[in-house]
């Protein structure tokens, strides 16, 4: 099932249900207003908005129009939880190689996570609107679930049943405000701004295949000014899935339905398949030359992040133009 | 105005206008289901509010209940976002020297501020409910505000005028749980469970010659299984108002309605005013003597959190009993 949200001028736009294809989409208005209000009743709610997808699929469905990922907001245009982990330890090493520190080896034990804010996200084709490019923008490309309710203290065996959807992101950061945030230890204010995401979430079914030990198996695409900078495999290098993530998280509190939870910034170690984020790149540049070549994002570049199951689009496109405030 | 969130099963509960005294209540459900659903319309939906509140306070009220803060759930059960400053550095300070740490001066200019997870608040009768003893649990009293939409880049002058409502809160720590967690850099999530706030939110009016400025002039009381072991001035050594503290969130994004932004625990340099934190004490005990003596709290404690107002409680109390899951 493929569910996308609606811009309607309203805070939380509404739900609507999404054929596989991405051409068409139905409001699901008589089922559930919102994304949200669908997770806060996943059993009850899915098997209703899964008969409006199968008609959609199959052609059907009086109501449907065609579907634009323009009119679309985030699936959740505001979310009550955004934990973003840091699962590609490999992207981790290469920053911390860049300068000079060593990669504490508990990082490969035990995940590295940040509480974002959820207030805000931008939808797939808004602008990404900063004030300063000397804030050193940057994109990252990464792949991120929708939870069930979820225990405190469950395992990551129950987490992986928790799972309800599945989405990409682009978690903007502000690569010059990070050091002095990391150094203060308290976490990601201002250097991560309203993170964005991709037209549609979709339920683990739809990968089929793909979506396997808790880790999506496909390369992700990430297009920086039409260039293919990009195509790291996320089910490779993933040293912690998205079950351990879930389970780090609830470890000392309950996880609540329409959680959001991030893989970071998918990152292989092979650098032929190019980068997610333009840090890393740099980060290859400083190592091999001393000094990092490409510059961070400026006005009026674009950023095209997708991921693509024999050659269709799973998740529709992050489409993005960055313009200044 | 008195704001409250009525315990009904479900996960945002339902807006109650609440009487001055905290006797009375009604449910707004005519005007606004939820607390969020106002706060989403505010300039619109909460004069209507404040119809009901005034009716309240002159004995009127065709529905009205009395009031029970066990039946209460946090005003916003749960919330799109929680922010959390340090802004009594006093308390920062203390900390640090206690483990023989200096206190970066660049704490005096610019707030601590870490981002917490907001999907599954605390009311303020609910028990605290963890794992374990071993991972330091302890008490932080503090105050917080909710906002209305504040633009990216506001200043603080701005962001005073889109403070709505303030309210107490109980943010839990996991003493045990925080070095490794700071170490990392990335800020806190599993040493920060769940967060309690108080059975009411106040409109700023309310606390009359008491809010100014941007911080409450009022002692915050914590009892600790029924000992009052602080009463710290809750304007006295507030580095950072609740203004500069917004104005800190907001450089680079958005900040949207109904976001919570705390104060940090409340303390003063006036070691007589006793404590809203056990660490602090802790600390206190480790300058003095080399070894704390205090320890952390065991399940069955009780922690009460109030502020008086002539011997009044503005916000209700916290009152909740840490017990074992």
């Known amino acids: 099932m493929k569910l996308a949200t609606l811009k309607d001028g309203s805070r939380d736009g509404q739900l609507m249900v999404v054929s596989r294809d991405l051409k068409s989409a139905q409001l699901a208005d008589g089922v559930a207003r919102t994304l949200q209000r669908a997770l806060d009743d996943w059993t009850f709610i899915s098997p209703q908005l899964d008969d409006i997808y199968q008609e959609l699929n199959r052609g059907g469905g009086r109501r449907r129009f065609d579907f634009?990922?323009?009119?679309?907001?985030?699936?959740?245009?505001?979310a009550f939880q955004w934990a973003d982990g840091s699962a590609y330890v490999n992207h981790v090493e290469l920053v911390r190689k860049a300068r000079g520190?060593?990669?504490?080896?508990?990082?490969?034990?035990?995940p590295l996570m940040y509480q974002g804010g959820s207030d805000d996200f931008l939808g797939p084709t808004d602008d990404i609107v900063?004030?300063?490019?000397?804030?050193?923008?940057?994109?990252?490309?990464?792949?991120?679930?929708?939870?069930?309710?979820?225990?405190?203290?469950?395992?990551?065996?129950?987490?992986?049943?928790?799972?309800r959807l599945l989405m990409l992101a682009n978690d903007v950061s502000l690569r010059n405000l990070i050091p002095d945030e990391l150094a203060k230890g308290f976490g990601f204010v201002q250097s991560k701004?309203?993170?964005?995401?991709?037209?549609?979430?979709?339920?683990?079914?739809?990968?089929?295949?793909?979506?396997?030990?808790?880790?999506?198996?496909?390369?992700?695409?990430?297009?920086?000014?039409?260039?293919?900078?990009?195509?790291p495999h996320a089910g490779v290098d993933m040293v912690f899935n998205f079950p351990q993530l879930i389970a780090h998280l609830a470890k000392s509190r309950n996880v609540r339905a329409g959680s959001i939870i991030g893989s970071g910034t998918v990152s292989n170690k092979d650098a032929?398949?190019?980068?997610?984020?333009?840090?890393?790149?740099r980060c290859l540049e400083m190592i091999a030359g001393g000094a990092p070549l490409t510059p961070f994002m400026a006005f009026g570049d674009t950023i095209r992040i997708e991921m693509l199951d024999d050659g269709k689009s799973v998740f529709g496109a992050i489409a993005q133009t960055l313009t200044q405030r």
Chains 1, 2 share one sequence.
């Open 193 to 231: 701004p309203a993170t964005s995401f991709s037209p549609v979430a979709v339920t683990p079914d739809e990968l089929g295949d793909a979506w396997k030990g808790g880790k999506v198996h496909l390369p992700l695409l990430s297009t920086w000014n039409d260039k293919l900078v990009g195509k």
């Open 130 to 163: 900063l004030a300063h490019e000397e804030w050193g923008i940057d994109f990252e490309a990464e792949v991120a679930v929708i939870t069930d309710d979820v225990p405190m203290g469950a395992t990551a065996d129950q987490s992986l049943q928790r799972i």
């Open 272 to 281: 032929k398949r190019g980068y997610s984020c333009i840090a890393e790149q």
């Open 101 to 110: 520190a060593e990669l504490p080896e508990s990082f490969w034990e035990e």
């Open 68 to 78: 634009d990922p323009q009119n679309c907001m985030a699936p959740l245009p505001r």
